[in-house]
C-alpha cells in the first residue's frame, strides 16, 4: 500500500496548490497598498470609524507597516482564506472518506485506525507548512517595494509560524469532529460556527466587556501578541501546539472507539 502521507498529499493536491496560490497572491496584493496608506487618505477614512471598531479591527496604526499588515492582511484576508483550507482539509480527512465508502476499503489494509489519522494529521501539518512558507516567501519579495522594510525577516517568519499553527487547530478540530461523527456536514459547520464565533471573540470581546473570552481564541494566540512588532512569542506559540495535541489525542480515542457507518 503506497504511503498513507504521500497519498494524503497526493489526492489533495489540487486544493492545496489552490489555497496556496489564494494566500500568496492576495497577502502580497493587499500588502502592496501600504505606501498609499502610510501617506495619509486611508488614515483619514478610518478616523471616521469609532474607537471600539479601530480597536476591533487592528487599525489603530495604519500608519505603520506591522500596523497594517496586522489589521487587514495577516489580521483578516490572510487568515480567513488558511482557515478555510483548515477547515476543508480536517473534515476530509476522516469523515469525507467514510461518507464516500472509502474508508472501511482502506481500513480493510493492515493499516490501523491510530495510523491513518497520524498519517493525515501529518498532512496537514505539511500543507500547513507550505503555505506558511509561501506566504513568507511572498512577503518577503515584495518587502522592498512596497516599504515593509520596518519589519524583519524574524518578524515576518514569526507571523508565518503562527498562521501554520492556525491552520492546525482548525483542522485538527474539524479532523476530531469528523473522526468523533462520522459525518462531513456537521463537522464543516460546527468547526465554522467554532471559527466564527473565536474570531468574534478575539476582535469584539472587549467591546462587550468580556476580555476573558479572548483567551479561548487560538486568534488570540495567533496575532494578539503582535509577532510583527514583536517577533517569536513563545507562550503563544506553545498553546497553539498544546491546544492541537489535545486535540488530537481526542481524535484518537473517538476514532478507535466509533463504529464505521457503511
Not at 489540487?14 to 505606501?35: C, E, I, Q, V
Not at 499588515?69 to 483550507?85: D, E, M, Q
Not at 493499516?111 to 509561501?134: E, K, Y
Not at 487560538?218 to 501546539?241: K, S, V
Request: glycine share 10%; with cysteine.
Amino acid at each position: 500500500m503506497p504511503n498513507l502521507l504521500t497519498k494524503t498529499l497526493w489526492d489533495g493536491r489540487r486544493a492545496l496548490a489552490g489555497f496556496t496560490a489564494a494566500t500568496a497572491l492576495l497577502g502580497p496584493m493587499y500588502a502592496g497598498f501600504y505606501p498609499q496608506v502610510a501617506d495619509g487618505a486611508m488614515g483619514q477614512t478610518v478616523q471616521g470609524f469609532s474607537p471600539g471598531l479601530r480597536q476591533a479591527l487592528r487599525m489603530e496604526d495604519l500608519s505603520s507597516a506591522a500596523g497594517y499588515l496586522g489589521s487587514s492582511v495577516f489580521g483578516i484576508i490572510v487568515p480567513l482564506v488558511a482557515v478555510i483550507f483548515g477547515i476543508a482539509t480536517g473534515t476530509r480527512a476522516i469523515a469525507g472518506d467514510e461518507e464516500a465508502g472509502y474508508l472501511d476499503l482502506l481500513l480493510a489494509h493492515p493499516v490501523s485506525r491510530t495510523r491513518l489519522l497520524l498519517h493525515r494529521f501529518a498532512a496537514l501539518i505539511a500543507a500547513a507548512i507550505l503555505i506558511a512558507v509561501v506566504v513568507l516567501l511572498a512577503m518577503l519579495a515584495i518587502r522592498p517595494g512596497a516599504q515593509l522594510d520596518s519589519i524583519t525577516v524574524g518578524q515576518f517568519t514569526a507571523q508565518c509560524l503562527a498562521l501554520a499553527l492556525l491552520i492546525i487547530v482548525f483542522g485538527t478540530v474539524a479532523m476530531t469532529l469528523g473522526a468523533a461523527t462520522g459525518s462531513r456536514p456537521a463537522a464543516l459547520a460546527a468547526t465554522a460556527g467554532i471559527a466564527v464565533l473565536t474570531y468574534a471573540a478575539s476582535t469584539l470581546a472587549s467591546q462587550i466587556g468580556a476580555d476573558a473570552l479572548r483567551y479561548a481564541s487560538p486568534f488570540h494566540y495567533y496575532i494578539g501578541g503582535e509577532p510583527l512588532r514583536n517577533g517569536f512569542q513563545w507562550a503563544d506559540l506553545t498553546i497553539l501546539t498544546a491546544t492541537t495535541a489535545v486535540l488530537l489525542t481526542v481524535a484518537v480515542a473517538a476514532f478507535n472507539r466509533r463504529d464505521l457507518t457503511s
